[in-house]
């Protein structure tokens, strides 16, 4: 027995799974289709290709090359969606700079990436004028200025402004084929624990995720759907995980796409409204944002659809924005995974009997997209049963996961011990199929011996009417070894005072009926105007245990 490879005649076209082809389905069949920018730009694809091409040149001219990084610091905008593709299209690398992060955690992901060209919108001034002189590669700094007076009261020299720089370009390029294993992007993880990570992405992975994702979001039978007549806007910044990869995918299916720019909630609802946005994804915290801002209690939402992801979607906000009208669900995934791993979509002819029930699938963490080898696994990497009882550590294999951590072969070795990606998620599988993580690893609770999901008791305590955020994490107990303590962010319009009893009693009544160990009563409630976040708006549980006292 041997392997018989295909023949290929001398002159066929082997056709690599390149980003600029992606470009090709929009521009046959939607060239005219509109690219919104904060509702004052307006530009179609034809001319984003031509777009496309002039950034190429205007780069091509300030030395970039097969292989140079260029770095982008912008908030989310078509020029965000342009440097997607004219960069990687030149085989150049993009990264996409965290601008959330502290300036010395930018200038170390800057200067490990190695970028040597900086697209800077003129908001991020200050941060780079404070550590320009630790950038070790940067050679030229292109700014991005919506107003158009930043260059005179800055004291750093750039090399153009970005939209003198496409102006000044020729409107075509000759983009090569390369191999498809060329890296595309590289962005850095928001990790609580060392120096931020960097992942990184091939052009093949990019875009076998992006036809993966069309085919998975496009796939139900009915609702929980993005499809070629929606309306697109992000809320999950450019800057993370390629914005979860779907401006790849609503570039290809070619509809229309609204960039809100810096997010301020008023403005994203009017946005919302006035562009007609039918689809958008974000993590709770930012939907929680949207709905509790003046615009939102008059705007009408009953065609929109958001995914969730980032954390777990709480069953209180789910069944908020339902009421609403949002056909909301949830989305897992990683920035080591490009990020789509599963989907919380209902099965076809699996109608929810009630609302509750329809708030449980929607929050689950869903079922693997095509193409996803998903286990839960013990120590040992022993497969668990999927009996939505045995929970074990999430591990994957998909043709789109970052290979590694950028010149870091040690955390690279960990993240791929024994041939599968490790996520550090804990979760159960259900006999329907569903993946449900329970927590992170770092995050599970051990209270009385029992390990106690502090998901699911945010969950839990989410369902109370006084409660508008929650966050739950283990706090040391000498006869218990650990036990929870949830912070609490109680609604501003509720106006009926609640106790830290209140809520532990509440808790405490799932716990008789058996949904909940009665471990995960919580033995302290601390109430809170804020809960702290992370650069991209997940819960900082790190900074909630270093400084819960």
């Known amino acids: 027995m041997y392997d ?8 066929a076209y082997a056709y690599p799974l390149l980003i600029k082809n992606l470009l090709r389905t929009p521009m046959a069949h939607a060239p005219d289709q509109e690219i919104v920018y904060r509702g004052k730009v307006r530009m179609t694809y034809t001319q984003l290709q031509e777009r496309i091409a002039r950034l190429a040149n205007g780069l091509q001219r300030l030395g970039v090359e097969h292989g140079t990084t260029v770095g982008v610091m912008d908030w989310d905008s078509h020029r965000y969606l342009e440097c997607y ?3 990687p299209m030149m085989g150049a690398v993009l990264q996409t700079v965290n601008i959330r992060l502290s300036q010395a955690e930018i200038a170390y992901t800057v200067n490990h990436a190695g970028a040597q060209v900086l697209l800077v919108n003129a908001d991020f001034l200050p941060v780079l004028a404070a550590i320009r002189d ?3 590669h940067v050679r030229a700094i292109v700014l991005i200025d919506d107003e158009g007076n930043a260059a005179a009261s800055s004291e750093l020299e750039f090399a153009d402004e970005y939209e003198h720089l496409l ?3 020729d409107t075509q390029f000759d983009f090569p084929d390369f191999d498809e294993n060329t890296r ?9 624990t060392g120096l931020p990570k960097g992942v990184y992405f091939s052009h093949r992975q990019l875009v076998l995720h992006t036809i993966t994702g069309m085919a998975a979001l496009a796939s139900p039978e009915s609702g929980q759907r993005f499809h070629r007549g929606d309306v697109y806007m992000p809320l999950t910044p450019m800057f993370h995980v390629h914005a979860w990869g779907i401006p790849y995918i609503a570039t290809l299916m070619g509809v229309k796409q609204v960039y809100p720019g810096r997010y301020v909630p008023d403005r994203l609802v009017e946005l919302i409204r006035d562009e007609g946005v039918t689809f958008s994804h974000c993590v709770g915290t930012i939907l929680h944002m949207l709905l509790s801002c003046p615009q939102a209690k008059t705007a009408d939402f009953s065609k929109w659809t958001v995914v969730i992801g980032g954390g777990a979607l709480p069953h209180g906000l789910a069944r908020t924005a339902l009421e609403r009208g949002i056909d909301v669900f949830t989305g897992y995934g990683m920035s080591e995974t490009c990020p789509l791993l599963t989907l919380a979509q209902l099965k ?7 609302i509750d029930e329809e708030v449980s699938l929607r929050c689950r963490t869903g079922l693997p997209v095509p193409l996803v080898d998903l286990r839960i696994v013990d ?9 939505g009882i045995a929970s074990g550590e999430v591990v994957v294999r998909t043709p789109w996961l970052t290979q590694g951590y950028l010149h870091n072969p040690e955390a690279s070795a960990q993240l791929w011990e024994g041939g599968y990606l490790h996520t550090q998620d804990v979760a159960r599988i259900g006999t329907d199929g569903y993946l449900q993580i329970t927590d992170r690893i770092k995050d599970v609770i051990k209270s009385g011996g029992e390990w106690v999901s502090s998901l699911e008791i945010e969950s839990l305590i989410s369902q109370h009417p006084a409660v508008a955020e929650v966050a739950v994490i283990g706090i040391k107990s000498e006869k218990w070894g650990e036990r929870p303590a949830a912070v609490v962010v109680l609604r501003p319009e509720h106006g009926v005072p609640v106790s830290e009893e209140e809520i532990r009693q509440h808790v405490l ?19 809170v105007d804020a809960l702290e976040k992370t650069s991209v708006g997940k819960m900082n549980k790190k900074w909630l245990r270093e400084n819960f006292e």
């Open 4 to 11: 018989q490879a295909s023949e290929a005649m001398s002159s």
């Open 85 to 87: 593709f004219a960069v």
């Open 134 to 136: 630790k950038l070790e």
């Open 167 to 169: 102006a000044t370009s």
């Open 184 to 192: 595309a992007t590289t962005f850095y993880t928001t990790g609580t």
């Open 348 to 354: 076809p002819a699996s109608e929810p009997r009630d």
């Open 379 to 387: 120590d040992e990497m022993r497969d668990l049963p999927h009996d």
């Open 509 to 527: 009544r799932f716990s008789e009926t058996g949904q909940i160990s009665k471990y995960a009563v919580p033995e302290v409630v601390k109430f």
